[in-house]
């Protein structure tokens, strides 16, 4: 029988949990394990737990990841007040020119 851990391991090595892991999905995982006699009944609860959370923490972590690659692309680009500021200095200009 294979250990407990060594099938966490495994699934996420496999990526089973990064983004799309459900309690669901996990327990259809787990209790395909389970037939096949790779886990045992009653690791099987605490296996599933683990996965889930697993999926939980990965999906923050890519949340972090994105927004802070949003936060760097934002970095040094003009916000529509920005552009209206400079709007109304053009025009201000503009008008001062044409006098």
Not at 2 to 23: K, P, W
Not at 30 to 50: N, Q
Not at 52 to 59: D, F, L
Not at 74 to 87: M, R, V
């Amino acid at each position: 029988m294979i250990e407990m851990a060594g099938v966490v391991d495994t699934l996420l090595a496999l990526g089973f949990c990064a983004l799309c892991m459900t309690r669901e999905r996990a327990k259809k995982i787990v209790d395909e394990l389970v037939m096949r006699g790779e886990v045992e009944l009653k690791e099987s609860k605490a296996l599933i737990d683990k996965m889930v959370t697993r999926g939980e923490e990965e999906r923050a972590e890519l949340r972090k990841l994105v927004e802070e690659e949003l936060e760097r692309a934002k970095t040094g680009l003009a916000t529509s007040k920005d552009i209206e500021e400079l709007s109304a200095k053009m025009d201000a200009l503009a008008e001062k020119l044409g006098k």
